[in-house]
């Protein structure tokens, strides 16, 4: 609780919903992904569970989008 956690390599946010019940009431999750459509889909979910610690980021195949420091955890599953 209370951390702010990456989900990198969200793809459709699979993993992000559940993380940011872990982290609730005060926590974030970032989660990043190249394609914008993935992270609309995110968005989506975002508004239909009412997830409002979920923040979408957009990244680069160089560059994940994120300040440096600025997450206590970070997921990466099945990240090419």
Known sequence: PGMIAV?????????SFPMAKKVA???KVLAT???PE???IIE???????AKNVE??????????LK???A????LVDVY
């Open 7 to 15: 989900d990198l390599g969200a793809g459709s946010g699979y993993l």
């Open 25 to 27: 009431p005060n926590g």
């Open 33 to 35: 992904d190249i394609q």
């Open 38 to 40: 993935m992270l609309a």
């Open 44 to 50: 989506g979910k975002k508004k239909q569970l009412n």
């Open 56 to 65: 979408t980021v957009l990244g680069t195949t160089t560059d994940t989008g």
């Open 68 to 70: 440096n420091d600025s």
């Open 72 to 75: 206590d955890l970070i997921l």
